[in-house]
């Protein structure tokens, strides 16, 4: 994605980067995280973890506390479940 396509996101009123992932090598998350840091930007991580046969290991990359509070009172709309 270029520089470009962000600032549109960023502009459309983007929140959140998916940046902690197996998938994304560490030169990206290193990009994502400097892009979140300058505009400010929450950084997510998930394992993407949909069951056995696959190399994802359940929990291996997670969102930080800290970052899912602040997505929690960002939300409108309904209330939170866990």
Same mark, same amino acid.
């Given at each position: 994605?270029?520089?470009?396509?962000?600032?549109?996101?960023?502009?459309?009123?983007?929140?959140?980067?998916?940046?902690?992932?197996?998938? !994304?090598?560490?030169?990206?998350?290193?990009?994502?995280?400097?892009?979140?840091? *300058?505009?400010?930007? /929450?950084? $997510? +991580? #998930? &394992?993407?973890?949909?069951?056995?046969?696959?190399? !994802?290991?359940?929990?291996?990359?997670?969102?930080?506390?800290?970052?899912?509070? *602040?997505?929690?009172? /960002?939300? $409108? +709309? #309904? &209330?939170?479940?866990?």
């Amino acid at each position: 994605m270029g520089d470009r396509t962000y600032r549109e996101m960023i502009d459309a009123f983007l929140a959140c980067l998916y940046g902690d992932h197996r998938d !994304n090598p560490e030169e990206g998350r290193v990009f994502l995280r400097r892009l979140a840091q *300058r505009h400010g930007l /929450l950084v $997510t +991580g #998930s &394992s993407d973890y949909h069951g056995a046969g696959k190399p !994802n290991v359940l929990g291996e990359n997670l969102t930080a506390p800290e970052v899912l509070a *602040r997505i929690e009172e /960002l939300g $409108t +709309g #309904s &209330s939170v479940v866990r």
